[in-house]
């Protein structure tokens, strides 16, 4: 089957609303109103610059099947842009038929053509699949981070002077 991987416009708005929707059940959240997801689509890609997109699509026969949610960090100490894989989401029946294979090797050749250093990416600890995925793409677990986050009322407080 032939994967169709390119970067999300303003014209994959519907498609991306489509994917964020299965991924909030995927990813055991409250289900997210198709409405929703569509206003959140189109401000997203509206506001994206061209120089570092946000969102990456896989289609197969012309149906959406696959998301890769990225953004491009600058230099850290070792000077090299590194890409950061926030979610890569694969519709059910996509699934073991190479479209997560597809979108990471965009992804990859993106990044060696924009002299992009790494992609780090995170995925939860429950989700065996992606665990065994990236695996077998020669992802090493990274021990050296801990994964920290600031929302709700801790992201509040933080704000304040």
């Not at 506001?47 to 990225?70: D, I, K, Q, R």
């Amino acid at each position: 089957m032939a994967v169709d991987v390119r970067w999300a416009t303003t014209e994959d708005a519907a498609a991306l609303a489509a994917m964020l929707c299965e991924m909030a059940v995927h990813y055991r959240q409250p289900p997210l109103a198709a409405d929703r997801a569509l206003a959140a689509a189109r401000k997203w890609l509206a506001e994206e610059s061209p120089a570092y997109p946000h969102f990456a699509l896989a289609f197969v026969e012309g149906e959406v099947s696959g998301l890769a949610s990225v953004a491009i960090a600058h230099p850290g100490i070792d000077l090299e842009r590194l890409l950061f894989l926030k979610d890569l989401f694969v519709r059910g029946k996509a699934r073991n038929a190479g479209t997560g294979r597809a979108l990471i090797g965009f992804l990859a050749d993106h990044c060696r053509r924009h002299g992009i250093g790494r992609i780090d990416l995170t995925t939860e600890d429950w989700n065996e699949g992606a665990l065994r995925f990236y695996a077998r793409l020669g992802a090493e677990r990274h021990g050296q981070k801990i994964v920290l986050r600031l929302s709700g009322e801790s992201l509040a407080d933080a704000a304040k002077p």
